[in-house]
């Protein structure tokens, strides 16, 4: 799976209260913890750099898990990373948009049917 990272500071995550007055240890990789309770968002639309991430995220449980195929994993990470890129460049040039658009119903389609295709996970080994 892609270590392509994107910030997106316009979601609704924030940071985790303190109480304690010594400083945070720094995990490694810079990962940050996510309020959320581990629930997954159901359909969330593919509105940002983060909800794009997330897909890519969901995609490697579900290839860990083995409920989709390298094949489709690979499908998706190649379309991943071409929405996000595409973000960049709609950045800098904006009348990008509709490309950025098309490629993201494109994800949305692809992500709706791996959903309804994916085996259910293998319980007890």
Not at 27 to 40: A, N
Not at 78 to 95: G, I, M, Q, T, Y
Request: aromatic share 0%.
């Amino acid at each position: 799976m892609s270590s392509r990272q994107h910030d997106d500071n316009s979601t609704s995550e924030r940071p985790l209260t303190r109480r304690s007055s010594t400083p945070p240890a720094r995990s490694p990789g810079g990962l940050r913890v996510i309020e959320g309770g581990g629930q997954r968002r159901q359909d969330e639309p593919l509105v940002s750099r983060d909800a794009v991430a997330r897909v890519l995220m969901e995609a490697g449980v579900d290839l860990l898990l083995r409920r989709i195929s390298t094949a489709r994993a690979a499908e998706i990470e190649r379309k991943v990373d071409r929405v996000l890129d595409l973000f960049d460049r709609v950045d800098a040039a904006p009348l990008l948009m509709p490309v950025l658009q098309r490629h993201l119903d494109e994800l949305e389609a692809l992500m709706r049917e791996t959903r309804q295709v994916r085996a259910p996970a293998r319980r007890g080994g």
